[in-house]
């Protein structure tokens, strides 16, 4: 958990929550995650590294 924070805050440039109150930050985060877990998974893609497709 530690690294993909860190991978977060400097490979995406994140320095701090755009929006107040805690849903809004929890539903931001999901969505950081979500981004993260999406490009992880288009460069596994890219790299042939998935072993099955996806259709």
């Known amino acids: 958990m ?3 924070r860190v991978v ?5 440039n994140f320095k ?3 929006t ?3 849903n809004s930050v929890k539903n ?6 979500l981004g993260y877990n999406v490009n ?3 460069t596994k893609t890219q790299n ?3 072993g099955r ?3």
């Open 28 to 33: 931001e985060f999901i969505l950081l995650c």
């Open 16 to 18: 701090r929550f755009l």
């Open 48 to 50: 042939e590294r998935v």
């Open 2 to 4: 530690y690294i993909n």
């Open 8 to 12: 977060i805050k400097n490979d995406y």
């Open 20 to 22: 107040h109150g805690k």
């Open 40 to 42: 992880k998974l288009h």
């Open 53 to 55: 497709t996806l259709h």
